[in-house]
């Protein structure tokens, strides 16, 4: 290991000896510079130093190609200030080679995270593949700030999206940033989606069938092309169940001596029971059975819960003239026929499963008929205490 005063010609002409691998020179006029010359040819510069802990390190500070002498000079003693000061370039650089990119953070952790747990995963999986991977995927963690996140959060907006798509992007970056700040992460010390604000999305309006337009809808789906979806509408609107719990319903899960369903996999994660009325009984005696089929409303095709069944749903609803009706609306109906029923809002939370009263209020609409009629009960009960005595006996107009 030679120690000489390097200068710009010596640099290009030094060359490895025949019987090694490679040779270190070091420079005489920069303390710990040296430069290693390969016996293929090439050519780098290296400082070496100790660390803060004492253990020896060889920093590599460029090819020989691209700083001049004087250049990797200055920049080796800016290296030797850092280190005086407590830092460990070698360290540093370490840390920067293992912070993945955004496409290995989500492959190789979050998806196999919510995997295990988010039954909603597919959706999350769907966003990423689509919208998230092609503009981030190649970016480090540490390499995406704010105005990565709201180009992607508004450019979602622009491109004609709802207010509630764009949002879910923001929604789930955040989540994601959240799991690799949790996780310690190497090179994420901070969420750029900090302070981002969500686009306000005003809340749907909520929309309940009457018993007129059920009777429509029924209609309409004993008509349809799709032989379950007969059976299938009913049930939503019986039992006020979601959707996918009603698709892939087992037989197992019946217990109509007790008249009772258990739903094992709900919303929130945990199993919740299902009272079964009359009506539901006899829909389930009515329901045509294929054999040892344990799925209570199989397609009879594949004999397999249904994926989807939006396209019958969506013929049968217009033919019904209930275009604006979702099917998630059913579910809404059940709680406001419950409700006008005179059930109590506890009755309703037990058997939609809800985990807090609240959300159950928003599925409780009271008619306007109901609001009358408990208006005009009021009213009744207090008119002879409120009725101005001289109108009364004049039977002339309040206020006259």
């Known amino acids: ?37 390969r016996k ?19 920093f590599r500070i460029a090819h020989v190609d691209d700083l001049s002498l004087e250049q990797v000079r200055r920049r080796a003693n800016e290296l030797r200030g850092q280190i005086a000061l407590g830092l ?34 597919r959706t999350d999986e769907c966003l990423l593949r689509n919208h998230l991977l092609p503009k981030l995927g190649k970016c480090h963690l540490d390499e995406i700030g704010k105005a ?11 491109a004609g999206a709802a207010l509630g798509s764009a949002n879910r992007l923001l929604i789930l970056l955040r989540y994601i940033f959240n799991l690799a700040l949790r996780w310690e992460v190497p090179g994420v010390t901070v969420n750029p989606t900090k302070d981002v604000v969500l686009f306000e999305d005003p809340p749907k309006m909520e929309r309940y069938l009457t018993a007129d337009e059920a009777q429509r809808l029924y209609v309409a789906v004993c ?4 032989p379950m979806l007969r059976f299938i509408v009913p049930m939503l609107i019986l039992t ?38 009359d009506g539901v009984l006899q829909l389930l005696a009515t329901l045509p ?34 275009a604006d009706v979702r099917i998630h609306d059913l579910r809404h109906s059940f709680a406001s026929f419950l409700v006008n029923a005179g059930r109590s809002l506890y009755e ?3 058997i939609l499963g809800h985990t807090q009263v609240k959300t159950t209020q928003r599925y409780a609409h009271l008619s306007q008929e109901t609001l009358l009629d408990a208006a005009n009960a009021a009213g009744h009960s207090l008119a002879s205490a409120f009725v101005p005595r001289q109108a009364a006996s004049r039977g002339g107009r309040l206020g006259e």
């Open 148 to 158: 990565d996140i709201i180009a992607i959060h508004h450019g979602r907006r622009a």
């Open 348 to 350: 309703v939370q037990k």
């Open 1 to 37: 290991m030679p120690v000489i005063a390097l200068s710009a010609a010596m640099v290009r002409t030094l060359s490895c000896p025949a019987d090694k691998g490679k040779v270190d020179y070091f420079d005489a006029n920069c303390k710990g510079l040296l430069l290693e010359v």
């Open 240 to 277: 006020g169940a979601r959707k996918r719990e009603v698709l892939d319903a087992q037989w197992l899960d019946f217990d109509l001596s007790l008249k009772q369903w258990r739903i094992p996999v709900t919303k929130s994660g945990k199993p919740r029971h299902v009272p079964l009325s």
């Open 88 to 121: 460990d370039p070698a360290a540093e650089r370490s840390v920067l080679r293992a912070v993945p990119s955004f496409a290995e953070f989500v492959e190789q952790r979050y998806l196999p995270y919510v995997m295990g747990y988010k039954r909603s995963w």
């Open 289 to 322: 059975q294929e054999g040892d089929c344990p799925w209570v409303f199989a397609n009879p095709k594949t004999r397999r819960p249904y994926v989807s069944v939006f396209s019958a749903w969506d013929r049968a609803r217009r033919r019904a003239g209930l």
């Open 223 to 226: 008509d349809s092309d799709n």
């Open 40 to 58: 293929s040819g090439g050519k780098s510069w290296y400082l070496r130093y100790a660390s803060p802990r004492g253990t020896q390190h060889q």
